[in-house]
């Protein structure tokens, strides 16, 4: 009887010994659930603008003439006004009219100063040409008939007086017929026409 109960434990004793045996070699080789993982972004900063480098300005080429020491086209730093230019010709003469010119006046490229003399009759417009120069008078021939007091200032002979009388002839007797009708205006004559003729034009 109780060799009996002995091998009847020792069976038992044998199988739970087979059974972790056996439960441990399935665990062995199950392959494990992957945990979960919290996937990993990778942030790339957004490329710094470049700042496209600025090119270095060019020094404005002015022409000055009249009533200063040394009369001459010089260069100039952008930015600079009509008495930079002035000074830059040695300075105005004892007879310059300085009072005739807008000294505060900022210069463009390619631009003529002219410095009138005290007394001076009609002189050149005391800036005029380059970037300010009117588009028509850079197209083409000036229309007597519609053209600005600034436009009629940038034909040869014709300074700011000369320009006023030639709006005021117009408008008190209408439009000029031809070219030649401009010699009609005061101040005007054959000479002056001869040195514009080719720059001027007459459009109703």
């Known amino acids: 009887m109780e ?11 044998l199988f739970v010994a087979i059974s972790l045996v056996v439960g441990g070699v399935i665990g062995y ?11 990993i972004t990778i942030s790339t900063p957004l490329p710094t603008p470049t ?18 020491h040394r009369p001459a086209v010089y260069e100039i730093a952008p930015g600079s006004i009509v008495r930079d230019a ?3 010709a040695g300075g105005p003469l004892s007879n310059a009219d300085l009072t005739r010119l807008n000294l505060a006046l900022e210069l463009r490229d390619q631009q003529r100063v002219h410095v009138p003399r005290e007394g001076e009759v009609d002189p050149p417009s005391a800036v005029s040409g380059g970037a300010s120069e009117s588009v028509e008078a850079a197209g ?10 600034e436009e009629l200032e940038t034909l040869p002979g014709i300074g700011e007086v000369t320009a006023q009388r030639i709006i005021d002839y117009r408008e008190a007797n209408g439009p000029f017929e031809t070219v030649e009708d401009i010699q009609n205006v005061s101040g005007i004559g054959p000479k002056t026409l001869e040195g514009m003729r080719d720059l001027i034009t007459v459009v109703p």
Do not use: C, D, M, Q
């Open 3 to 13: 060799e009996g109960r002995a091998l009847h434990r020792g069976y038992i004793i």
């Open 29 to 39: 080789f199950t392959p494990r659930a992957n945990k979960s993982s919290t996937p």
């Open 51 to 68: 700042s496209l480098p600025t090119s270095t300005p060019h020094p404005l080429r002015v022409y000055v003439s009249g009533a200063v």
């Open 86 to 88: 002035i000074e830059a």
């Open 140 to 149: 083409g021939p000036v229309n007597i008939n519609t053209a600005t007091a």
